[in-house]
């Protein structure tokens, strides 16, 4: 998506060109609801809009729709979404219903690809092709919503990338999605997943909504997250840990702490007490996910035994813990397991 596409533009944006077009003020809000509120599928759809404003419109500012070329269905329920953008570049997207269907919640990519190359990860193994605008992390969302037939009430930033190598569209994506005016979904029922890029959750802390914050650990030890996720390797645990207790104390929001297990790997007693050290002074709670399916992966998960040991330690230590079940696995659409496809067939 280039950055003249009328669905990247912020509310204030709109503003700012409906006023360049000699238009009235509320020509502004009448497009940013038929953009995210509405999902307008094209200008014509605009109906409240003049024709000719439309036709202005169409002529500088293109509507470039995202669309959904493949849907897969778990038995769980679980929808996994190939998209695709207007320069035919492709992201995954899921949508998670909660078993009491109260809730819907979307899994959004960032980029398309990943450059992190964490090696239990089936996103990084093909690299990265670019960063999202944020009118396209929108848009997983509403196409999710449309295709569901109700209401998204949760999303979070844990698909394909990592969202802080994209931290300004990301912020854009999550004003939109939280706006009233827009898609009207709490700040606080959205949550950025991050390797743990502590320039990214720096920049977190001094944004005043109330989004929710995850960091994808996986290793309380150097030595054992360096091999897991070398990308950050230069960013030490040390550090990592300082900067989520100065995120906490400007914020006052408990942080996710991800740790996806895998036996033999990451699930040993000192591996353990690793976690718990790490975990002693922070406000956290933390996620146990079973390492799930890549293909060329050796990697299996911990026994559910060692998952109860580590929850009881865990809570025992006054750490708030959680086993995490892995929704979508059949259709390669849980934790690690997003990778686009479309070109492989």
Known sequence: MTSNVIQNLSFAELQGLVADLGQPKFRAKQLYQWLYKHHAADYDAMTNLPAALRESLAETWPYRAARIEETQVSADGTRKYLVAFSDDVVVETVAIPSDDEKRLTVCVSTQAGC?????????????????????????????????????????????????????????????????????????????????????????????????????????????????????????????????????????????????????????????????????????????????????????????????????????EAGVETTVRESRGQDIAGACGQLKNTRAAR
């Open 115 to 315: 450059a992190m190359g964490c090696v239990f990860c089936a996103t990084g193994l093909a690299g990265l092709a670019r960063n999202l605008a944020a009118g396209e992390i929108v848009e997983q969302v509403l196409l999710a919503q449309a295709d569901c037939g109700r209401r998204v009430s949760n999303v979070v930033f844990m698909g394909q990338g990592e969202p802080f190598l994209n931290f300004d569209s990301v912020l854009k994506a999550l004003r939109i999605l939280n706006d009233p005016d827009a898609v009207g979904i709490g700040a606080r029922a959205m949550t950025v997943s991050t390797c743990g890029i502590i320039s990214g959750i720096e920049a977190l802390a001094n944004v005043p909504e109330q989004f929710g914050l995850a960091v994808s650990l996986h290793a309380a030890g150097q030595k054992i997250r360096d091999s897991l996720m070398p990308k950050v390797r230069h960013q030490k645990l040390t550090e990592l840990k300082t900067a989520l207790a100065a995120y906490q104390k400007k914020t006052n929001r408990r942080v996710t702490l991800e740790y996806i297990m895998i036996h033999e790997v990451n699930d040993s007693p000192e591996d353990l007490a690793e976690l718990v050290a790490f975990t002693r002074g922070l406000l956290c709670h933390v996620n146990l996910i079973p390492v799930n399916a890549v293909p060329d992966s050796a990697f299996q998960p911990s026994p559910k035994d060692t998952f109860a040991r580590w929850e009881k330690t865990l809570r």
